[in-house]
């Protein structure tokens, strides 16, 4: 389990395109060109494809450019989309796959999706996720710490400033459930003493959810039930530095547990 958190991301050789979002947001495989100043909002237009499938134009168009309604109704000459456009330089830059199809079509009248060629990590960790779900035997053990090998960083990490404000709800479906495979892992593994791979579970969720106490809560007992006393103390006083720096007073579930760890 613990080569598996620390491997490498686990697709990243693949040929066909693929959209990232489980940290900084990108597209990998990619067969056609574009012009690099059109990667950042082309990648925009791609993730609200992947993450809403069958998407018609009218949405994207809002989704994409919030103020174009406004402008319309000011300056109607001006008001043109540039979605036409940007659909048409995704699909050239996407390109084919090998049997010569698109992996984006733009004449689609019933909305927009990619092709079964194109794929996405967020795709993959939740189907990873149902998988470790299902049972507590070693294999659904190691499908939740594929699922978390995925995780590169926070969720849309390093987005522009203006981009992805449609995407808070997809978001916080992300973190919520990097957060509940680290710690339902972290439990499995700790029930078989594996302290360094409930260890490496919790700290990669906490690289995206540094303030859920969950997780804190996670890394005290792990740290507790492996005799590692002197960890345990820099762990908590690393949540109440934290705790310090936010104003949020800690849990009364964590102020329990610590009670009885630090008092045993």
């Not at 048409?88 to 019933?110: E, K, M, V, Y």
């Not at 996670?218 to 740290?223: G, I, N, Q």
Request: hydrophobic share 45%.
């Amino acid at each position: 389990m613990l080569a598996i958190l620390r491997s490498p991301e686990a697709h990243a050789g693949r040929s066909a395109p693929r959209l990232r979002v489980l940290g900084p947001v990108d597209i990998t495989g990619a067969t056609g060109t574009t012009e690099p100043a059109t990667v950042p909002r082309l990648t925009e237009l791609a993730a609200l494809i992947t993450l809403r499938p069958g998407i018609d134009h009218a949405t994207l168009d809002r989704e994409l450019h919030p103020g174009a309604a406004h402008l319309a109704e000011l300056a109607p000459a001006l008001a043109a989309s540039p979605l036409p456009g940007k659909l048409t330089r995704l699909a050239a830059w996407l390109g084919t796959s090998a049997d010569g199809r698109p992996h984006l079509r733009t004449d689609q009248p019933d909305g927009y999706a990619f092709a079964p060629t194109v794929s996405c990590d967020w795709d993959e960790f939740r189907g990873l996720y149902r998988r470790g779900m299902r049972s507590t035997s070693s294999t659904a053990d190691a499908a939740l710490a594929h699922a978390l090998a995925l995780v590169r960083g926070a969720p849309f990490a390093e987005a522009p400033a203006d981009a992805y404000g449609w995407a808070e709800p997809e978001r916080q479906d992300m973190l919520a459930a990097i957060v509940d495979t680290a710690h339902e892992l972290a439990v499995r593994r700790l029930q078989y003493g594996d302290h360094r791979t409930a260890e490496a579970a919790i700290f990669r969720a906490l690289a995206v959810a540094p303030d859920v106490e969950l997780l804190h809560r996670d890394l005290f007992y792990a740290y507790a039930s492996a005799g590692a006393r002197d960890q345990l103390v820099r762990a908590v006083n690393r949540l109440d530095a934290l705790s310090r720096r936010t104003g949020r007073d800690l849990d009364p579930d964590t102020v329990a547990l610590l009670r009885d760890l630090l008092a045993a």
